[in-house]
C-alpha cells in the first residue's frame, strides 16, 4: 500500500508519525513523503532511512498514493483535494484538517464509537475519512458508555482547552508568557520580605505591559483564560462550541434527531491536554455507581476515577494524562439540580486521541482490509 504522508513535521503530523512507529505501522506500508516547501530535498523522517521528499502540489505525484494522510492543515486540503479528485483519483484521503469533516461524502473517525459505520462505509465506496474535533472525539471516548446505552438526553460542556488546540507557536507562546511573569516578580518573589500584593501588582503590570508576548493568542494565557475559541458564528457561539453538537451527531448518525450538546470553550494554560466539565441528563434514574460501570467499561481508553479528593488530584488531571491514550472521566454525581442530571469531569491528550490517533487507526483499518 503506497501511503502518502503530508504535514508529517508539523506538531500533529510528528505525534502520527511518533505513534506510527510505535505500533509498526511502517511495516506495513510503502510511505512517501511529501513536502509543500522542500520537494527533491533529502530528509530523515523520524528515525527512518534518507529520503527525497515528493512534492505535495504536484497532483500527478499525489496520484500514486493509494492512500494520503493530511496532518498540513486547511488551506491545503482546500487546495489541493478538490482537484486531486477531479483529476480522477480514487484513493483514501485521511485528514486531521476540519474542511471536509461536515460534507456528505465523508466520514468523520472515531472507531472506537463508529467502527461498525466505517465498514459500511467503506463497503459503499467512501474515501474521505476525516478526524473529529479534538475535544468532540475525547469528549466521546470518555462518555462512550452512555452513547451506546442511548441514555443521553442533553450534555452542557465547558471545556478546559490546552494551548496545543490552538497551535505550535501558541505552545511556546504560553511558557514565554510564563516566563516573562517570573522574570517580573523574580526579585520580590525570592525576597524573604516579599509581600504577595506586590508581587501580585509586579505580575498584573507584566501581563497588562504592551511587550508581553501575545502576537498568537492575542490576551494573555499564563496566569489568565480565554473563553472564546475558533471564530465567531455571529449568533454568540464559537465555532467550537457549534462543533460539539455537529460532529457528535454526525458520528453517531443522529442528525435528524440530534443530542442537544451545549456549552463555553475555553483556553486555560495546559500544555496539550483539554479538559470537560460535564452537566449531562440522562433518560432514567441510574445510580452514580451504574453510570461508573456503564462508562467504565465502553472502550480500552476511557477509566473511572472514583470521585474523591486524592484520587481526583492525582489521576484527573493534564500532568497525568498527557502522552498517554488514557482517557480518564470522574468526578461523576448525581447533582440536585433536576431529575437525572449528573456531573462528570474527563480529561484526554489532545495531540493523541485528540488527533494523530484516529488517522493511524484508520490507516490500520484499510490495511487490513486488504489483508
Ligand atoms: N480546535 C481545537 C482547539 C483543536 O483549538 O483546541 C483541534 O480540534
Not at 480514487?90 to 469533516?101: C, K, N, P, Q, V
Request: contains cysteine; charged residues 20%.
Amino acid at each position: 500500500m503506497q501511503v502518502g504522508l503530508v504535514g508529517w513535521r508539523g506538531m500533529v503530523g510528528s505525534v502520527l508519525m511518533q505513534r506510527m512507529s510505535a505500533e509498526k505501522d511502517f511495516d506495513e506500508i510503502t510511505p512517501s513523503f511529501f513536502s509543500t516547501s522542500q520537494a527533491g530535498q533529502s530528509a530523515v523522517p523520524m528515525g527512518r532511512a534518507e529520503v527525497v521528499l515528493y512534492d505535495a502540489n504536484n497532483l500527478n505525484q499525489l496520484s500514486e498514493m493509494d492512500v494520503i494522510i493530511s496532518c498540513q492543515g486547511g488551506d491545503y486540503t482546500k487546495r489541493v483535494h478538490g482537484p486531486l479528485r477531479e483529476s480522477g483519483w480514487s484513493g483514501y484521503w485521511i485528514d486531521a484538517a476540519s474542511t471536509l469533516r461536515m460534507t456528505s461524502d465523508a466520514v468523520i473517525i472515531l472507531d472506537p464509537i463508529n467502527g461498525s459505520d466505517i465498514d459500511v462505509a467503506l463497503g459503499s465506496g467512501k474515501k474521505d475519512f476525516i478526524g473529529g474535533n479534538c475535544t468532540t472525539s475525547l469528549m466521546m471516548l470518555a462518555m462512550h458508555g452512555l452513547f451506546q446505552e442511548g441514555l443521553i438526553d442533553w450534555i452542557s460542556t465547558m471545556t478546559y482547552q490546552a494551548a496545543s488546540g490552538a497551535g505550535a507557536q501558541n505552545m511556546r507562546e504560553l511558557i514565554q508568557q510564563m516566563g516573562s511573569i517570573y522574570d517580573a516578580a523574580e526579585n520580590e518573589l525570592t525576597l524573604s520580605s516579599g509581600q504577595i500584593l506586590n508581587i501580585d501588582a509586579l505580575v498584573l503590570d507584566r501581563m497588562r505591559a504592551h511587550d508581553f508576548p501575545t502576537e498568537h493568542f492575542g490576551a494573555p494565557l499564563a496566569g489568565s483564560l480565554i473563553p472564546w475559541i475558533d471564530s465567531d458564528m455571529g449568533n454568540g457561539q464559537s465555532k467550537e462550541e457549534w462543533k460539539a453538537q455537529a460532529e457528535t451527531n454526525k458520528i453517531l448518525r443522529r442528525e435528524e434527531n440530534p443530542i442537544a450538546i451545549e456549552g463555553i470553550c475555553v483556553r486555560v494554560g495546559a500544555m496539550r491536554c483539554h479538559s470537560q466539565a460535564l452537566t449531562f441528563k440522562l433518560s432514567k434514574s441510574v445510580s452514580e455507581s451504574e453510570v461508573e460501570n456503564i462508562l467504565n467499561q465502553a472502550n480500552d481508553w476511557v477509566s473511572v476515577v472514583p470521585n474523591e479528593k486524592a484520587s481526583t488530584i492525582s489521576m484527573l488531571s493534564p500532568t497525568n494524562v498527557t502522552r498517554t491514550l488514557n482517557v480518564p472521566i470522574g468526578r461523576i454525581r448525581k447533582l440536585s439540580l433536576a431529575d437525572n442530571v449528573y456531573s462528570a469531569f474527563t480529561v484526554g491528550d489532545q495531540l493523541l486521541w485528540g488527533a494523530a490517533e484516529p488517522l493511524r487507526r484508520m490507516l490500520r483499518i484499510l490495511i487490513d482490509r486488504e489483508e
